[in-house]
């Protein structure tokens, strides 16, 4: 079967495009949802078809060739592939078609439903967010399942990891990029005297201070923090505290540089991990051993195809060696592996 080509400002070097003008004459999503259709009617699936028409457009652009695929053959697009497609693969491709602005919502819905909790999403989703992002989350996840997220999270959390969430799903980090100096020395010592400097740990100081203040003023706080201790603050934290609230601490400094200098944690005392370089990491443990973590490592690849998977691509490999492709190449097979590829796109 033929397939429509991609629209020609389409750029396989950051996989799923990200930051492009759509130019309306390269793009026809009539054509798209035709040749979908017809990927999937009668006898057998063409699977290629699929993802090379999925995984060359836009969010935005899926969502409009999924209003074109109900208005000509009156089917939900969705229902189709769940219908036509299993396994993995099919995880791939209704991810894709997930709006957006439900994804996060959606995966905090299936980390939390059920017996047990994922508490390793929670921390993904809430603890990269900004405020907007955030209060956005908090919105989506109640129409979209009708809902209350902050008590979903303190019915399924506990202790200081509880409080540490509750304090996220408020929303009121300082988002400013003013550095107050007299503040920086009082939050690096609360910290210091909070954890190393006292017998146990004041977990809340942690999380008053991690959770509240600007990533402008914490990574001077950590610079600072490097100076009274002899550890860094992820030496801090990992020496005192333990699980899931060691790891939503780091989560959150993760987030922090804008200058990410080395590429292990805990080794430098002067470097605060970017954001990308936390879901390199978050990939690597989804490969890494024996298994795959396939939910995890389909998510954050879809989840952050139109944001910095480029610049993931590029800390993957500076950490492991690897490039990602080679990974998934290596822990995937079949149509769910050329899909993850192509929106990972070439090294």
Not at 192 to 221: C, M, P
Not at 242 to 254: F, Y
Not at 274 to 302: C, H, Q, W
């Amino acid at each position: 079967m033929e397939v429509p080509p991609a629209p020609h400002w389409y750029s396989t070097e950051k996989g799923t495009v990200i930051n492009v003008t759509l130019i309306p004459s390269s793009f026809d999503p009539k054509a798209d949802a035709r040749a979908l259709r017809a990927a999937m009617e009668g006898l057998g699936t063409d699977e290629k078809t699929i993802w090379q028409i999925l995984t060359a457009r836009r969010s935005a652009q899926r969502q409009r060739i999924s209003v074109e695929y109900t208005s000509i053959f009156g089917r939900d697009l969705v229902q189709d592939l769940k219908s036509e497609l299993t396994g993995n693969f099919e995880n791939v491709m209704v991810s894709l078609m997930r709006p957006k602005e439900r994804f996060d919502a959606v995966a905090l819905r299936k980390a939390m439903k059920g017996l047990g909790t994922d508490e390793g999403v929670l921390i993904e989703v809430l603890c990269t967010k900004t405020n907007q992002e955030i209060e956005d989350v908090i919105r989506d996840f109640k129409e979209e399942y009708n809902r209350d997220l902050v008590k979903d999270v303190k019915d399924e959390t506990s202790g200081h990891f509880k409080k540490m969430f509750v304090s996220i799903l408020q929303a009121h980090r300082d988002e400013s990029t003013i550095v107050d100096e007299d503040l920086v020395k009082a939050d690096a010592q609360a910290l210091y005297d909070a954890g190393e400097g006292k017998w146990g740990t004041d977990e809340s100081k942690f999380n008053e201070i991690l959770v509240t203040r600007s990533y402008a003023h914490l990574r001077q706080v950590f610079d600072v923090y490097a100076t009274i201790s002899k550890k860094d603050i992820y030496g801090a934290i990992k020496s005192e505290m333990s699980g899931d609230l060691e790891d939503g601490m780091i989560a959150i400094g993760t987030v922090m540089s804008t200058n990410c200098c080395v590429t292990l944690l805990y080794i430098s005392v002067d470097c605060v991990y970017s954001r990308p370089m936390y879901f390199s990491k978050r990939l690597y443990k989804a490969m890494k051993g024996l298994g795959t973590e396939d939910d995890n490592l389909v998510r954050i690849i879809v989840s952050r195809s139109e944001i910095d998977l480029p610049e993931i691509k590029v800390l993957f490999k500076d950490s492991y060696n690897k490039s990602l492709n080679e990974w998934v190449h290596g822990d995937t097979s079949g149509d769910y592996r050329d899909a993850l590829l192509a929106i990972i796109g070439p090294e």
